[in-house]
């Protein structure tokens, strides 16, 4: 099972950022796809996710600005990050979980700053 994140790097504040994860060896279909984020010394916290059927739900702090998507046919998923803060940088991770198994991407790093 492969989660490859791609799409971060550096990025002005108030400035907009979409992340992609690219999943291979899952039916990625029948899986819940998340992103999570982590600062140094701090834990993995949930930013958002999306259910096997499409359903989408969010961390307070990101409602309204980030949006995340799914392409079943593509088995990517998506997060749209707008007006970022420099708060939020972070190393963000793909997540997949199903019954049959939970797996974590190596991360990406977003960095917010002017």
């Known amino acids: 099972v492969q989660l490859v994140e791609s799409g971060g790097g550096l990025v002005q504040p108030g400035e907009s950022q979409r992340l992609s994860c690219a999943a291979s060896g899952i039916i990625f279909s029948m899986y819940a796809m998340g992103w999570y984020r982590q600062a140094p010394g701090k834990q993995r916290e949930l930013v958002a996710l999306i259910t096997s059927g499409g359903r989408t739900t969010g961390v307070d702090s990101v409602k309204g600005r980030f949006t995340i998507s799914r392409d079943n046919a593509e088995s990517t998923v998506y997060l749209q990050m707008n007006s970022l803060k420099p708060e939020e940088t972070d190393v963000y991770y793909c997540?997949?979980?199903?019954?049959?198994?939970?797996?974590w991407g190596k991360g990406a790093q977003v960095t917010v700053s002017s």
């Open positions: 997540y997949a979980a199903a019954t049959r198994g939970a797996y």
